[in-house]
């Protein structure tokens, strides 16, 4: 059974830097996608960051595409989310799914998998 398990998560100060991971064990990234569908702040809506797809596509939302990226999967199947520059409002939990490509084009990503979350916060 494929489980996703986040880490990297912690506090730090606002300018700051953390790369966030999430390992596959069991899981072949094969012809799949990955991301970090969602990050969820207490009394806020939930919002996606970005995803990867096994053709190398990245999609990163508009709102932190200038402060993060989304490196390609290594060789170990291990996801990670670089983010850079954070600011408080980056404070959330972070969530890593798996899924399967779909669309015409496959860069469509049904999340099948999810990690449990590592949690990041921004603060002075």
């Known amino acids: 059974q494929v489980h996703l398990v986040e880490s990297g998560g912690g506090s730090v100060q606002p300018g700051g830097s953390l790369r966030l991971s999430c390992a596959t064990p069991?899981?072949?990234?094969?012809?799949?996608?990955m991301g970090w569908p969602r990050r969820q702040a207490p009394g806020t809506e939930s919002e996606g960051v970005g995803?990867?797809?096994?053709?190398?596509?990245?999609t990163v939302a508009d709102s932190v595409k200038s402060r993060f990226t989304i490196p390609q999967v290594n060789a170990k199947n291990t996801l990670y989310l670089q983010m850079n520059n954070l600011k408080p409002e980056g404070t959330a939990m972070y969530y890593c799914?798996?899924?399967?490509?779909?669309?015409?084009?496959?860069?469509?990503?049904?999340?099948?998998?999810w990690g449990q979350g590592t949690q990041v916060t921004v603060s002075s």
């Open positions: 995803s990867i797809n096994s053709g190398g596509r990245t």
């Open positions: 799914a798996a899924g399967i490509r779909y669309g015409s084009t496959g860069d469509d990503c049904a999340y099948n998998t």
């Open positions: 069991g899981y072949t990234y094969g012809t799949n996608c």
